[in-house]
C-alpha cells in the first residue's frame, strides 16, 4: 500500500497496537496516537524496528485541541489521510455501574470519548477524503452497542450511539467515494476487558486475530454503512 496513510487513535496498547502492526506488515504508512507516552514510545520503536514509516503522537483523541494537533502533524508528514481508524475507547469505572447508579460527570466523560471523540476526528478529517473523492473510516465498536446489556452501562449506551453515528454518516456520504463502516471485534483479551468482565473464565482472541477485516476495509472503498464482525469475518466474501 505504497504511500497509503492510514490513522489509528488508541494505538498504544490492545487492538490499537494489533492494528499498526499488521497494516505496518502491509506497507502502510502510519500515524498513530494515545494518551500514555511510555506505552506509545514502546509501540512506535517497534514499528520502526519492523522498518514502517510512522508518525507517533501523544495525544488526547476526545479533546478537539489535541485532534487538530494530531491530523495537522499527520497531513503536514504524508500530505494526505487515506484511512482513520477511531479505535480509542474509554470504560469508565470498574466494575461498570448499573445506570441508575452512573453519575452525571462519569456519563459525560465517557460519552465525551467513545462518542464526542470520533465524531470530532471524523469532522476534521472527512473533508480531505470527500475534496479526493477517495478514503475510509473504521470505527470500533462492541457487543453492547448492538444490544442492550445489563451491567456494560454507559460504555454500551456510547456504542450505541457512535454506530448511529456511523451510519448516518455513511448515507450522507454514499455517494462520495469515501466508505465509513463500524466494527465488532468481539470479545478480546485486553486490558479493557479485563477491567470489564474480571472474572472471566472463557476463551478470549487475541487482538492480533481480529486484524483481517480492518485490513480489508482499509482498500475497498465499495462498501459502506456496514457493521461487520471481525471474529465472524470470512475475507470479504
Not at 39 to 61: C, F, M, P, S
Not at 112 to 138: D, H, W, Y
Not at 188 to 216: E, G, K, N
Request: proline share 3%; net charge negative.
Amino acid at each position: 500500500m505504497e504511500n497509503k496513510t492510514v490513522m489509528i487513535t488508541g494505538a498504544s496498547k490492545g487492538l490499537g497496537k494489533a492494528l499498526a502492526i499488521a497494516l505496518s506488515k502491509k506497507g502502510y504508512q502510519l500515524s498513530i496516537c494515545a494518551r500514555g507516552k511510555e506505552e506509545l514510545d514502546n509501540v512506535h520503536a517497534t514499528l520502526l524496528e519492523n522498518g514502517a514509516d510512522v508518525l507517533a503522537v501523544q495525544a488526547d483523541a476526545s479533546e478537539k485541541d489535541d485532534i487538530e494537533r494530531f491530523v495537522s502533524m499527520t497531513e503536514e508528514r504524508f500530505n494526505k489521510i487515506d484511512v482513520l481508524i477511531n479505535n480509542a475507547s474509554y470504560l469508565g469505572s470498574s466494575p461498570i455501574p448499573y445506570l441508575l447508579d452512573f453519575n452525571h460527570e462519569e456519563y459525560k466523560e465517557v460519552m465525551r470519548v467513545n462518542a464526542e471523540g470520533p465524531f470530532l476526528m471524523m469532522k476534521r478529517v472527512l473533508p480531505g477524503m470527500v475534496q479526493r473523492g477517495t478514503g475510509s473510516v473504521i470505527n470500533v465498536t462492541s457487543a453492547a452497542g448492538a444490544t442492550g446489556y445489563a451491567g456494560w452501562g454507559i460504555y454500551g449506551v456510547s456504542k450505541f450511539a457512535l454506530e448511529g453515528l456511523t451510519e448516518t454518516w455513511a448515507d450522507e456520504l454514499r455517494s462520495s467515494g469515501v466508505s465509513i463502516n463500524i466494527v465488532d471485534p468481539g470479545e478480546m483479551d485486553t486490558d479493557m476487558h479485563a477491567l470489564a468482565v474480571p472474572d472471566c473464565d472463557y476463551h478470549l482472541a487475541s487482538p492480533s486475530s481480529v486484524t483481517d477485516v480492518f485490513l480489508y476495509l482499509a482498500d475497498e472503498a465499495s462498501v459502506t454503512g456496514q457493521r461487520l464482525e471481525a471474529q465472524a469475518f470470512t475475507g470479504g466474501e
